[in-house]
């Protein structure tokens, strides 16, 4: 083990890595997603801290690019996050829990799944 992420609050029911592996991404039962840079190897403090969802995060999604996150919950909504600012951009409704997030290629095509069993993908403007 190299180092072990201890500052953050909750239990973490999703975690990712961005593509170029500098930033982690961790969702909580507490309705939180907190975004870390792992080259900082004290894990003392997150770069910033994401809160909108009313559930706990299930699922964390970088954009292959890194500047954009989703995030899915059991208030069955995606949020879509501009990492740039930590800024919502973005709520949809699911009508379901969501179990996974992925952002496409060019940033504009989400694919989620759901405990319902439904795979969705939508176009974000």
Avoid: E
């Avoid at 953050?8 to 997603?33: E, N, P, R, V």
Wanted: hydrophobic share 35%; glycine share 12%.
């Amino acid at each position: 083990m190299l180092h072990t992420l201890s500052g953050h609050m909750g239990f973490s029911g999703s975690i990712a890595l961005s593509s170029d592996g500098h930033t982690l991404a961790s969702g909580y039962t507490h309705q939180m997603i907190d975004i870390w840079d792992i080259r900082d190897t004290s894990f003392g403090q997150p770069l910033c801290t994401l809160s909108g969802h009313t559930g706990p995060v299930r699922t964390v999604a970088f954009s292959p690019d890194g500047r954009i996150l989703a995030s899915g919950s059991r208030d069955t909504t995606i949020k879509v996050w501009d990492l740039s600012n930590g800024r919502l951009v973005q709520t949809i409704g699911q009508g379901s829990i969501v179990s996974i997030v992925i952002l496409g290629q060019n940033n504009s095509l989400l694919i989620s799944g759901c405990d319902d069993g439904t795979v969705k993908t939508w176009i974000r403007n």
